[in-house]
C-alpha cells in the first residue's frame, strides 16, 4: 500500500512538474517574444555572414582545407586523421598539399603522404550549387599519374568534403572544413 502512495505522489509531483515547465515555455508576453524575434535575427545575420565569408574565400582562390576523417571508395575503412599537419592551402598561383592517400592496385594499400608545393594546376575551376562551391584540379604531383582534386565545399557550415581520384588507384574521399588563410 506504501508503494502505491509513493508512486501516485511521485507521479503528482511530476505532473505538476511537467505543468509549471509547459507554462513557463508558453510564456507569451510581448517582451520575450520581441527577444525571441531578436536573437533569430541576430542569429540568421551571423549565419549570412559566415556564408559570404565562405563564399568569399573559395572566390578569391585562398583558403585552406583541414581534413578530419578519410576513406578509401568505394567502402574502405572511415580513418580520423589527427595530425595537425594534414591540410591542402589553395592559393592564387599554387595549391600546398600535405594529405594522406593510400595507394596499390590490390590489398593491403600502403599509406603514402603526399607533401608537395604545386607551383601551377591544371583545369581549376570552382562552379557554385545549391549547396556552396565545387572546385576541381588536377595535378601529376611530380610523377607520371594524374590526380583529380574535386571539393564540395558547404558554404551553410563550412564543411568540406574532397575527393582525390587517379586512373590507377581507388579514389580517397575526405572529410574536414575550410577556413580562410
Known amino acids: 500500500m506504501k508503494r502505491i502512495l509513493l508512486s501516485a505522489l511521485a507521479m503528482g509531483v511530476i505532473l505538476m512538474a511537467g505543468y509549471a515547465f509547459i507554462n513557463a515555455e508558453s510564456d507569451t508576453s510581448p517582451e520575450r517574444k520581441a527577444q525571441q524575434e531578436a536573437r533569430q535575427q541576430r542569429r540568421a545575420e551571423r549565419l549570412a555572414a559566415y556564408e559570404r565569408h565562405i563564399d568569399s574565400i573559395v572566390l578569391s582562390h585562398n583558403f585552406r582545407f583541414v581534413p578530419q576523417t ?19 592551402i589553395v592559393w592564387d598561383n599554387a595549391v600546398d598539399v ?10 593491403p594499400y600502403y599509406p603514402v603522404i603526399f607533401n608537395y608545393v604545386l607551383p601551377n594546376v591544371m583545369g581549376y575551376t570552382a562552379e557554385q550549387t545549391n549547396n556552396g562551391w565545387q572546385v576541381t584540379f588536377e595535378s601529376t604531383m611530380f610523377s607520371t599519374t594524374n590526380y583529380t582534386f574535386t571539393f564540395e565545399i558547404y558554404s551553410h557550415y563550412g564543411g568540406a568534403m574532397l575527393t582525390i581520384s587517379s586512373p590507377f588507384y581507388n579514389s580517397v574521399q575526405y572529410t574536414g572544413n575550410v577556413m580562410g588563410i
Open 98 to 107: 600535405c594529405i594522406p592517400f593510400l595507394k596499390g592496385y590490390t590489398p
Open 70 to 88: 578519410m576513406q578509401q571508395l568505394p567502402a574502405g575503412m572511415m580513418r580520423n586523421l589527427q595530425n595537425p599537419n594534414y591540410e591542402i
